[in-house]
T-cell receptor
Framework: GEDVEQSLFLSVREGDSSVINCTYT??????LYWYKQEPGAGLQLLTY?????DMKQDQRLTVLLNKKDKHLSLRIADTQTGDSAIYFC???????????FGAGTILRVKS | GAVVSQHPSRVICKSGTSVKIECRSL??????MFWYRQFPKQSLMLMAT?????????EQGVEKDKFLINHASLTLSTLTVTSAHPEDSSFYIC????????????FGEGSRLTVL
């Protein structure tokens, strides 16, 4: 079945880069997503990548996709305290919009 | 960008009562909306797919008589938790997409239900 795994916790210093990793199992997923969730709030779409791409850059965010290994990563450059949140990766799954989420990675940024 | 709004954001109710949560797509039409449930410190669990004009599709293990879903229009889906019990206390989130080529889904702010 579909499954998405992430590391649970990451702590970085302000100004450093953060790299959050994710592995997924459904090779038929068309899109892979990164969402951010701040405490008590809903999810905010950060970025997404089409499955035939290797990399996507969007300002401080860089997404790398290794389709062979089914590995997705999110790099946040110059991490700020406001980046502290839970980050979820998700795959679109076989049927498109029906997202399957990882358990989330808690990012803690120390000043 | 596209916006999805949920209401209420927080609700406290007594055990045995029913609670309705609304999910609206504000600037696009959504034939399909999704309802998720999130337990503390856990990921989102898809509960059901809400289809406009037809019955919702429930995920395995989700009681359809317990969680009633009505998708009456292209911009509104409702989730009603019937005869709520304390174990139904959770964070409920809906999502919808404008159906563009990106397959983007936008999420509501979430509704925190506390059943006493």
């Amino acid at each position: 079945g579909e499954d998405v795994e992430q590391s649970l916790f990451l702590s970085v210093r302000e100004g450093d880069s953060s790299v959050i990793n994710c592995t997924y199992t459904d090779s038929s997923s068309t899109y892979l997503y990164w969402y951010k969730q701040e405490p008590g709030a809903g999810l905010q779409l950060l970025t997404y990548i089409f499955s035939n791409m290797d990399m996507k850059q969007d300002q401080r965010l860089t997404v790398l996709l290794n389709k062979k290994d089914k590995h997705l990563s999110l790099r946040i450059a110059d991490t700020q305290t406001g980046d502290s949140a839970i980050y979820f990766c998700a795959e679109s799954g076989k049927y498109g919009n029906k997202l399957v989420f990882g358990a989330g990675t808690i990012l803690r940024v120390k000043s | 960008g596209a916006v999805v709004s949920q209401h209420p954001s927080r609700v406290i109710c007594k055990s045995g009562t029913s609670v309705k949560i609304e999910c609206r797509s504000l600037d696009f039409q959504a034939t399909t909306m999704f309802w998720y449930r999130q337990f503390p410190k856990q990921s989102l669990m898809l509960m059901a797919t809400s289809n406009e004009g037809s019955k919702a599709t429930y995920e395995q293990g989700v009681e359809k008589d317990k969680f009633l879903i009505n998708h009456a229009s292209l911009t509104l889906s409702t989730l009603t938790v019937t005869s709520a019990h304390p174990e139904d206390s959770s964070f409920y989130i809906c999502s919808a997409g404008p159906g563009t080529n990106t397959g983007e889904l936008f999420f509501g702010e979430g509704s925190r239900l506390t059943v006493l």
